[in-house]
């Protein structure tokens, strides 16, 4: 074995704050490994530090106070086979970053900080396994490309997807299908007119990851001069909104399963005159939240509302307000019981 010693130096040129010098003694030919721990400064400009290795088949960088590369890899560095940059805090590249690596096969940025991937730098021909878990990935629609299975594409050379973890508001829900669920929804909300957001995932994944999630996502179809209630929502859909449309009928709740899931329900301003329908439905004995501000309710069948409200150990909030209600003798004292349900 031979054991070859390099002198790192750095200094500041002319004393400046922004410039560094880099100064590596002893370089060599034959050098194929070159391996530097704890790199004490916040960038790396491989077209200084890496001349005079030609031969270079493997560059490690463990740990240290790294963030940026200035520079791509330089064309001498063509033969370098595998880049290991791990634990650092690595999280900028320069465009075309790899892209005079012909040989390189096998690229390792594990536990460093970055919050994305730009497909165009990392998807280089060569490359066969990328290493991308540990960093503070975050989980939207611009992850999709990490779903390909086609042949040479960048999602299929990622070679520890099932560590992949999200950063927030999905903070450490598995990154894979987290962004499936993302994309899935995306491309449903495009069958409505409405607008579509997903809240929030729960479950942390584990052995069986995909069944452990459940998703919650949130669907707006306010405003949008709506006459009935949709036909198709988004999966995942709990919370809806319906709010100033024109809405008469509450009958698909009884009949669409499409709403099985939805927990809070909001249809303020619409043209709402009655709920009877919904008397002895299974949406009305799992709702959370469901708001008729505003419609045309003069009434309402309060035994049925003081059984629900009884029975329903989900409902948090009923929302009756701005209704022309009959203040009679025969419907407010059932209705004032069955307010006094919930307090």
């Not at 590369?69 to 790899?98: C, Q, V, Y």
Request: hydrophobic share 35%; charged share 20%.
């Amino acid at each position: 074995m031979i054991i070859v010693w390099f002198v790192f130096t750095v200094s500041r040129i002319n004393g400046g704050t922004g410039d560094y010098h880099y100064h590596l003694t002893n370089k060599g030919q034959n050098v194929r490994t070159l391996v530097f721990c704890y790199w004490p400064l916040p960038i790396f400009d491989p077209q200084d530090v890496l001349q005079g290795f030609p031969s270079l088949k493997k560059l490690e960088m463990k740990k240290g106070n790294l963030t940026t590369l200035i520079s791509s890899f330089p064309n001498e560095s063509r033969s370098i086979e595998k880049i290991e940059i791990t634990g650092t805090r690595l999280k900028e590249l320069p465009e075309n970053a790899f892209a005079n690596l012909s040989s390189l096969k096998i690229l390792d940025i594990r536990n460093n900080s970055f919050p994305e991937v730009d497909v165009e730098t990392f998807n280089i021909p060569s490359l066969h396994h990328i290493y991308l878990s540990g960093n503070p990935l975050k989980c939207t629609e611009d992850a999709k490309w990490i779903l390909s299975r086609e042949k040479g594409s960048l999602g299929r050379k990622i070679a520890d997807k099932e560590y992949l973890r999200c950063t927030v508001p999905y903070d450490g829900r598995a990154l894979i299908p987290v962004v499936e669920i993302i994309s899935t929804l995306k491309e449903e909300c495009t069958k409505t007119v409405c607008e579509c957001e997903l809240v929030y995932v729960v479950g942390n994944g584990g052995k069986h990851i995909y069944k452990q999630l459940m998703a919650f996502a949130s669907v707006n179809c306010s405003h949008r001069g709506l006459t009935e209630m949709p036909s198709f929502l988004p999966a995942n859909t709990t919370t809806l909104h319906l709010s100033g449309n024109k809405i008469k009928d509450l009958g698909p709740l009884t009949t669409n399963p499409v709403y099985k899931g939805v927990i809070d329900l909001y249809l303020d301003g619409n043209k709402i005159e009655s709920i009877v329908q919904l008397e002895g439905s299974s949406w009305m004995d799992h709702f959370r939240l469901f708001s008729l501000r505003g419609n045309k309710l003069t009434d309402l069948p309060t035994y049925a509302l003081e059984n629900v409200l009884q029975h329903n150990g989900n409902a948090v909030s009923l929302y009756l307000g701005k209704n022309p209600w009959t203040c009679d003798c025969l419907f407010t004292p059932g209705f004032q019981r069955s307010q006094n349900i919930k307090r």
